[in-house]
């Protein structure tokens, strides 16, 4: 049973940093991609980074890039999203989902991904 469990979400300042993890069980990572996404109230569900599983490949949207750093530890199956320098912007809940394909072109479509997790609350205010 494919399962994904988001942890790590919470209240932070503007400026400060988070650490998601997304702990994977039923599957290994060595096979499948994995996705952030996260979705604000009001508006669309956004794939905000990947990791390949083939070489560890990265990419990220523009909204993230420079701020944002994904990471897995196969040994733990769990995928990281550290998140530094956030904005009030970056508030929403966010997800992981295990992509059909082992790399991450296209990784911003959520038909990609057929398992998702529950969510996490990352909140970014004074």
């Known amino acids: 049973q494919v399962q994904l469990v988001e942890s790590g979400g919470g209240l932070v300042q503007p400026g400060g940093s988070l650490r998601l993890s997304c702990a994977a069980s039923g599957f290994t990572l060595d096979y499948y991609a994995i996705g952030w996404f996260r979705q604000a109230p009001g508006k669309e569900r956004e794939g905000i980074s990947c990791?390949?599983?083939?070489?560890?490949?990265?990419v990220y949207a523009d909204s993230v890039k420079g701020r944002f750093t994904i990471s897995r530890d196969n040994a733990k199956n769990t995928v990281y999203l550290q998140m530094n320098s956030l904005k009030p912007e970056d508030t929403a809940v966010y997800y992981c989902?295990?992509?059909?394909?082992?790399?991450?072109?296209?990784?911003?479509?959520?038909?990609?991904?057929?398992?998702w997790g529950q969510g996490t609350q990352v909140t970014v205010s004074s």
């Open positions: 990791i390949s599983s083939s070489d560890g490949s990265t």
């Open positions: 989902a295990k992509s059909a394909y082992y790399y991450c072109a296209g990784y911003g479509r959520t038909q990609m991904y057929k398992y």
